[in-house]
Every structure is written in structure tokens, then in C-alpha cells.
């Protein structure tokens, strides 16, 4: 059987056993596109659900901020620019001066963005105007943190001064995928501190399922905090359902449950379970890594990013949904050994010092994390030169829960194989082909395969 895998940047011919299972990742829908997205997200400005409109909301005198989501979202449908240029235009109409307006980059935990690289989601127009007005979250600026008080189930909620001192806060979010966006993690995670993000985002937590999502469950409880410290009506959402990652399908306006809960809807009707996906677990599970993760965005890839955080973590969902307890994991990766220092600190130093004596996610986090949360240098970096914060370092590490799932993985058409051995104990091997014969060995020569096919992929640029 011939096909075609993703290997990096460019799609790459392998010959198959002619029983091998083909699968789609569970990643399209098949939602339409809209014409004109501003006309959509205005319609959903002007039908809110859960809220009063925002001219009906507001005061003159009152200050607002309208946060956004950074540039990690996947993304690429021109969103950013005419949503906050409506809602400014909704707030004008109210009497409320620009002046009293700020725009709020939602990075979390991730890198603060250069006005050059915010231009490029944003808009030029609007980075000029706004000036010293336009900020980037920092989760470890302690003057412009808010702690409001631990939820009921004792996780602490942190989040960025502006939201608890501006009289209205409006979220303007760019994508939800199936469970994992959207919703609390928006003001939470996107405008909390380590204080309050360590609660959630742990190796088990963190999830994309639409049903009993952990993840939101807790971020929920954090929302009701922040609606009762400040007030319910203080936090005006926009919710962002696409088509495909370059056209958008729908824009809801209104609360932050109500239009999770309508966004939530929709993934429910389009995307069923991976595991539903194929009919048998299969002893082998191949797919390829794309050049690309979210947080290389306006950046480069790196071993960590390529193998552990998209291939075992955003793509990695499929090995337990579609492979047996035990199962061989073939990655086909170039895997190019690559690293940008200053918006990835932290991560060589995870990839050649850690990672080669733990593999388990629980044991880092226990050894590390406490150390890496307090690192001047690391903490520096992240303030001052762009830098992912040090702990989003070590969260790249969660995904090797996986394998607990999976006995082995095997990176096939890695260009420097010493790396990878020596980091994460991987297997390597030339090709996809020999990587098949070598897993065959494991489990025998009827073992099972399914291929999932993932597309090519692009970091933003």
C-alpha cells in the first residue's frame, strides 16, 4: 500500500502492509464557512446570550479592558482585528473614550509577544493607536496581580489587576477546539498567575474531552470566584468556533458559560470520540509530526516541542484512543535539533539534564518544578526577552504519560538519532518502513496496525 505520511515540512511517500487500518486524527468538521466575519461577530454582539448588550452595560466614565487570546492559538483566520474593533466601536457608541480602553495579550504562562509579532494578529493600526496602552499578561508582575480568594474546593485564584480594577473586561477568544478552549481557561489561565495555573495544569488535568472536562471543572470553580469577588456582568465573553483553522464557522457573544456551553454544543455534533474512530485497538500506532507546535509561534521547533509536546501531546491522544495497553508508538519525525534560547530557555536544559534520568511527568513536576518556578534567570527571561516561564517548560514534559500507555516509541528519519536516545530512551530508526519490520518484532508479524493521517501543519510566522 502507498501513501503519504507528514514528515515535518513536506508530506513523504512510504509503502504500507496492505492490512494496515488508515484513520483520520478526529481533527475536521464539517462546518461551513461564513462570508463575512465581520457581519458575524457583529450579529453576535448584537444578540447577546447570558448578558445585556455592551452599549446597555456601560458608563461614559468607566474603564475597559478588552484581552485577547496571544499568538499560540491555532488560529489563522483574521478574528483578532475587526472583533476588537467592534467592541470599541460598540463602547464609543456608550460614550466610553479609547482612552479608557486597554488591550490585554492573554499569554499566560506563555511568552510576552513584541509589538511587531502583536501587529501580526492584531494589526498595525491598532498597536500604533493604542501605544503604552497595548500590554502583554505578566504572571509574575506581583503589583499587577489581583488574589481574590480560594474556591471551594481550595484552588487559589490569581489573576491580572486590570480585569479586578477595569469596570468591564471583554475576552475576545479566536478558537474552540473541542473541550480544551474557551470557557474560564480564557481569564484564568490566559490572565492568571503560576499561583493560580499550577491547580489546573497538571499531567492528569489537562484535557480536550467535551464530557466532564477536569481541566474546566476547576477553572469553573475559579470563575465563580472571580463573578462573585467583582461582579457577574463585569466579564463579557466572545466565543470563536471555526471551520477550518484559516475560516471562522460562528461567533457567540454574551456569558462565559453560556457561550461555552453553546460553543460546546457544537464540537459535540461535529466530533465524536477518537477511540469510536477505529473499530479494534491496533498493536501499532504510526502517524507523522508536523513543523509545529503552538508555542513556536514566531519561532523555531525544538527536539522538546517536536517529540514530546505535539507528537505525544497534541497528536499523542490517538495512541491511547487507538492503540492496545502496550502498543508501539511510530513517530516519523526529522526531528531537526534546533533551539531558540531566548524564547525557549528553559527547554535545553529540561532536554539534556532531566529528561535523560526521569520520564515520568509526575516525578519531574516533584523534583523541579518547585526550583524552576523561583529561577531568577529563567523568571528573568520570561519578563524581560520573551521567554516561555520556566514551569511551561517543564509542562512540555506531561505528555510522557503516555507512556504508560504505550511500551515503546519509535522515531523513525530522525536527523540526529544520538540526541534523541540519549534524551528520552526512544527508539530510532532510518525509516517508517524498518520502524514497522522493528515494531513487528515486538508484537509479530500479524500485529496490527492503524495509520492516523495527520496533515501538514504550520507554525505562525
Known amino acids: 500500500m502507498e501513501e503519504q505520511i507528514v514528515f515535518g515540512d513536506e508530506m513523504m511517500p512510504i509503502t ?22 465581520e457581519a458575524t461577530i457583529r450579529q453576535a454582539l448584537q444578540k447577546p446570550i447570558g448578558r445585556p448588550l455592551l452599549g446597555e452595560t456601560v458608563r461614559p466614565n468607566w474603564k475597559v479592558t478588552i484581552a485577547f487570546d496571544d499568538p499560540t492559538v491555532p488560529c489563522f483566520a483574521p478574528v483578532w482585528e475587526p472583533a476588537i474593533r467592534l467592541v470599541i ?6 460614550g466610553v473614550k479609547r482612552s479608557n480602553i486597554t488591550l490585554l495579550c492573554a499569554n499566560a504562562l506563555h511568552r510576552k509577544f513584541t509589538r511587531g509579532e502583536l501587529a501580526g494578529i492584531i494589526g498595525k493600526d491598532l498597536v500604533k493607536e493604542f501605544g503604552y496602552r497595548l500590554v502583554c499578561h505578566d504572571a509574575e ?10 474556591t471551594e474546593s481550595g484552588y487559589e485564584v490569581e489573576i491580572n489587576k486590570l480585569v479586578t480594577d477595569s469596570d468591564l473586561t471583554v475576552y475576545v477568544n479566536t478558537v474552540v477546539w473541542r473541550g480544551f478552549n474557551g470557557g474560564w481557561k480564557s481569564v484564568c489561565v490566559g490572565l492568571g498567575s503560576y499561583r493560580s495555573i499550577r491547580w489546573h495544569h497538571t499531567p492528569d488535568s489537562m484535557s480536550m474531552s467535551m464530557n466532564k472536562n477536569q481541566m474546566h471543572k476547576i477553572l469553573d470553580e475559579m470563575g465563580s470566584v472571580i463573578e462573585t469577588k467583582i461582579g457577574k456582568e463585569r466579564i463579557f465573553k466572545i466565543e470563536t468556533a471555526l471551520a477550518n483553522p484559516l475560516e471562522v464557522h460562528n461567533v457567540w457573544a454574551g456569558g462565559v ?6 460553543v460546546l454544543a457544537l464540537m459535540k455534533s461535529q466530533l465524536k470520540p477518537r477511540r469510536e474512530i477505529v473499530n479494534e485497538k491496533a498493536d501499532i500506532v504510526l502517524y507523522g509530526v508536523p513543523n509545529w507546535s503552538p508555542y513556536a509561534a514566531f519561532s523555531v521547533m525544538n527536539p522538546l516541542l517536536t517529540l514530546v509536546s505535539t507528537g505525544l501531546g497534541y497528536f499523542g491522544g490517538v495512541i491511547e484512543a487507538m492503540g492496545k495497553p502496550g502498543c508501539t508508538a511510530i513517530l516519523a519525525s526529522p526531528c531537526p535539533d534546533r533551539w531558540n534560547h531566548s524564547h525557549h530557555p528553559a527547554h535545553r536544559e529540561i532536554w539534556q539534564t532531566i529528561l535523560p534520568h526521569h520520564k515520568d511527568p509526575y516525578k519531574i513536576v516533584d523534583l523541579y518544578e518547585e526550583d524552576f518556578a523561583h529561577r531568577p534567570d529563567y523568571i528573568y527571561k520570561y519578563r524581560y526577552c520573551y521567554g516561555f516561564h520556566p514551569v511551561h517548560g517543564l509542562m512540555t514534559t506531561y505528555p510522557l504519560k503516555r507512556l504508560q500507555h504505550a511500551a515503546r516509541v519509535i522515531v523513525a528519519g530522525a536527523e540526529n538519532p544520538a540526541s534523541i536516545n540519549q534524551a528520552l530512551g526512544f527508539e530510532t ?9 522493528r515494531a513487528q518484532d515486538y508484537h509479530g508479524k500479524d500485529a496490527s496496525i492503524v495509520f492516523v493521517k495527520y496533515p501538514i501543519l504550520a507554525c505562525r510566522q
Open 141 to 150: 508582575d506581583l503589583d499587577n496581580l489581583t488574589y481574590l480568594d480560594t
Open 257 to 262: 458559560s453560556e457561550t461555552r456551553q453553546a
Open 89 to 94: 466601536a460598540e463602547l464609543e457608541k456608550a
Open 16 to 37: 504500507l502492509p496492505d492490512d494496515v487500518q488508515s484513520a483520520p486524527p478526529g481533527l475536521s468538521t464539517t462546518l461551513s464557512a461564513v462570508n463575512d466575519i
Open 429 to 437: 530508526i532510518a525509516s517508517v518502513e524498518a520502524a514497522i519490520e
